[in-house]
């Protein structure tokens, strides 16, 4: 028997890729090509997990049908005693739609009144989008009640809907609305000025218009869609800003906060109580839903304010 031998491969004949090979097996950048691949996807995996768990943990909708009153008692030098303990409700962001659907908004109503305000105020975004579900929420807002009225303004996705439709429906509500504008309510002697400025991103804000008649020693509450638009006040007249917009950030992660706040200064103004120098912030997280139909740690908010009369 003859075996055929075939001839040997020694490592010293296997040809080892060149560098120049290898550049050109992976392209001109292709090194640093999947580098950056690999970087982008080390860096968003984790939070789709993340996001993954909090759509399982909320269940998809998540805290977006619980209602939580949050409860605030800010002081004021300038608040006459007559109006010492007046009971305001701040309702902002409804977001009327098919992601922040009139049932459950109709339940924010129901417990808007049963904490029986003095006052009701409204910080805007009352649609989504379209004209849909105008109808909708003037049939909602007609049901708000409170013996010193129910005043608002206006925020950017009234002015993306339709802003005529939207104010057209305030007023058929029975709401008093007060873009660049103000309202006196009196009781004894003394009063209290309610004013409002045109939303940050879609309207003007006249703050001389909406100031017009106060004097610094009034107390004057002012409503503004966007927080933002405190970084630009400089008015000693003004002592309560109210604001939504940010909706909390609508998610709002351990460790990390508010996702989306939709404001140039994140969490800073994302909600709660703020004080400045010559005024104090109150920013709510909202009632709706935009975007996504849920929310995660960051529970819709009907505002209970409790004004009260000492040394801010």
């Known amino acids: 028997m003859f075996l055929t031998m075939l ?16 550049k050109r097996r992976f392209g001109k950048k292709g090194v640093w090509t999947y580098a950056k691949r690999a970087f982008v996807v080390g860096l968003y995996l984790p939070l789709l997990i993340l996001l993954r768990w909090i759509f399982t943990a ?17 002081v004021f030098s300038q608040l006459p005693t007559a109006f010492d303990g007046l009971k305001i409700v701040f309702l902002t962001d409804f977001h009327c739609s098919p992601l922040t659907p009139p049932a459950f908004l109709e339940r ?12 009701i105020l409204l910080g805007g975004d009352y649609v989504s989008e379209g004209t849909d579900f105008v109808q909708p929420i003037e049939t909602l807002l007609a049901c708000l009640d409170a013996p010193l009225g129910v005043f608002g303004v206006l925020g950017n996705h009234d002015f993306d809907a339709d802003v005529c439709a939207v104010r057209t429906a305030l007023q058929r509500a029975g709401i008093v609305e007060l873009t660049n504008t103000n309202i006196w309510l009196t009781r004894a002697d003394s009063r209290i000025c309610i004013t409002g400025v045109g939303d940050l991103w879609e309207d003007a804000q006249d703050i001389h218009a909406a100031l017009h008649g106060a004097v610094k020693g009034d ?12 970084m630009e006040l400089d008015d000693a007249r003004v002592c309560l800003v109210l604001s939504g917009h940010t909706h909390g950030g609508q998610i709002n992660l351990p460790w990390f906060g508010p996702l989306i706040t939709n404001s140039k200064y994140r969490g800073q103004l994302a909600n709660g109580l703020r004080s400045f120098e010559s005024f104090q912030l109150y920013v709510s997280r909202g009632l709706g839903t935009v975007m996504l139909p849920f929310r995660y740690n960051c529970p819709p908010e009907v505002t209970l304010i409790e004004l009260k009369t000492g040394d801010s």
């Open 219 to 230: 107390m004057v509450i002012l409503l503004s869609h966007n927080p933002d638009f405190v």
């Open 58 to 74: 909320a269940r998809f909708h998540g805290d977006a049908r619980s209602i939580e009153v949050t409860r605030t008692t800010p």
């Open 108 to 119: 924010v109503i129901e417990k808007a009144n049963q904490l029986e305000p003095d006052l």
């Open 7 to 22: 001839p040997s491969q020694s490592t010293q004949n296997i040809r080892k890729p060149s560098p120049l090979a290898y």
